[in-house]
């Protein structure tokens, strides 16, 4: 059972979850600013580790452009922390250990993984306009050269 992906044009479903201190970060919060929000497996794992360093490393210039970015996973708030202070982590990361929001997102259900079919979380990237409508709905991404992809997308 996969969840349906949100199409461009969707209303974002709003979300409040807790980052790596456990103080609740919400969507609605973020009105009036676009927000990226991605969507990835687990903390500490190498693929979402490159992600979440190209984010922090690209952090400013993408907040520069009106961008914030928040990364969802399964993971606790603890784990959070620890990913966050092993890695410097800038980026703000919510965990989702329901996987509500995973699924509200279209960012859950059955994967391939070395062939097997899995079900499990889609790396996938969405992007919300001010008014908290998608504007892009990227699913299947890769770890490795996604954040730089997204900023040639966004053109900037």
Do not use: W
Not at 72 to 86: H, N, Y
Not at 119 to 146: F, Q
Request: some cysteine.
């Amino acid at each position: 059972m996969t969840s349906e992906r949100l199409q461009p044009g969707d209303t974002a479903p709003d979300f409040t979850l807790p980052d790596a201190d456990g103080t609740e970060i919400s969507l609605a919060a973020h009105k009036g600013r676009k927000v990226i929000v991605y969507f990835y497996p687990a903390a500490l794992t190498p693929g979402c580790t490159k992600q979440a360093c190209d984010f922090t490393d690209n952090l400013e210039l993408l907040a520069g452009a009106g961008y914030d970015v928040i990364g969802v996973s399964p993971d606790k708030p603890e784990k959070l922390a620890k990913f966050r202070e092993k890695e410097d982590l800038k980026v703000t990361l919510v965990g989702d250990p329901s996987k509500e929001v995973l699924t509200a997102y279209g960012a859950f259900g059955e994967k391939k993984l070395y062939g097997k079919t899995v079900t499990g979380v889609i790396r996938s990237t969405i992007v919300v306009d001010e008014d908290g409508k998608v504007e892009r709905a990227l699913y299947n991404v890769k770890a490795t050269g996604h954040v730089a992809k997204i900023i040639k997308d966004l053109g900037i």
